[in-house]
């Protein structure tokens, strides 16, 4: 295979004994492997080259891994003198194995909001890392990173859970947040193609979180789903941009049928 062909793969953990297990396990043709030891050495080498695959611990002499992973989700990287959305958008949503040996449910959340593809605690089998490299790079995982993505904000857990199992599948990835803080954390590191929010949250509600957005320039297509109701709601919003209004409790089929006919016009806009 041609060097221009090769999978580039950076490794970012100061252990030698993990380097070295990271080098016999993928001693191939298929794979040029780049190591560095500290967070900086990390974002200087994705600021000047093109990555396929990133494996970071969370625990690094300079900084903390997961820093380093919101610093990556930030960057707007120039290639060859260009900075296109495209560019922006691979930097986004470029896949990431996070490895760690002190593993806490926290850190994974985070994780997971940061778009990562998977979180490994150490110490690790070679041939699950093996395989999940192999799916990443693979085609089929290209196709996965092209679902949309839904963010669903609400502070109810259980909400939270209706939305996973209503609308998880093989076209949409959903993540949830608890609140408006949460949802404007998210926004900053991953790009979801649509919001859905109660208006009534804790500490920032809905109005001001959608008056943000707007402030910032991030047009991001929302539906409302609220126990407020429909007049209220879209007096509250009035010149936000809302696609749609529901009431709770929510109808299952009315919920598919709102977010398949706005995802299918964005995605009509974008192909026309």
């Known amino acids: 295979m041609s060097e221009q062909q090769k999978k580039i793969i950076l490794i970012v953990d100061d252990v030698r004994l993990f380097q070295l297990i990271m080098r016999q396990s993928f001693i191939s043709e298929n794979y040029e492997l780049i190591f560095e030891k ?3 050495a990390a974002l200087d080498v994705i600021m ?3 990555i396929d695959l990133l494996i970071l611990d969370l625990h690094l002499p300079d900084m903390n891994g997961m820093e380093v992973l919101k610093d990556i989700r930030k960057i707007d990287r120039k290639l060859d003198g260009v900075c296109d959305k495209e560019t922006i958008a691979q930097l986004k949503d470029f896949p990431v194995i996070i490895v760690t040996a002190f ?3 926290q850190a994974r959340r985070e994780a997971e909001r940061l778009g990562v593809s998977d979180f490994i605690n150490k110490p690790i089998r070679i041939s699950q890392i093996k395989a999940l490299v192999q799916n ?3 085609e089929g995982y290209k196709q996965c990173r092209k679902k949309k993505l839904i963010l669903c904000i609400d502070n109810e857990t259980r909400v939270q859970k209706f939305y996973q199992g209503a609308l998880s599948s093989e076209k949409y990835d959903v993540i949830t947040a608890s609140n408006a803080i949460e949802a404007l954390e998210i ?3 991953r790009s979801p193609d649509l919001i ?3 208006i009534n949250l804790p500490e920032m509600d809905g109005t001001e979180f959608l008056q943000i957005l707007k402030e910032a320039n991030k047009d991001i297509s929302t539906i409302i789903a609220s126990t407020v109701s429909k007049e209220k709601a879209k007096e509250r919003t009035k010149n ?5 209004y529901l009431s709770k409790p929510l109808n299952l089929d009315k919920l598919k049928e709102s977010v398949r006919e706005i995802l299918e016009l964005i995605n009509n806009l974008k192909n026309s």
């Not at 936000?240 to 749609?244: A, D, E, N, P, S």
Request: charge should be positive.
């Open 187 to 189: 926004i900053e590191f």
């Open 103 to 105: 593993p806490t449910e």
């Open 38 to 40: 500290t967070g900086k």
């Open 48 to 50: 000047k080259k093109k």
């Open 136 to 138: 990443i790079l693979g």
């Open 196 to 198: 859905i929010t109660e």
């Open 240 to 244: 936000l941009g809302i696609k749609k």
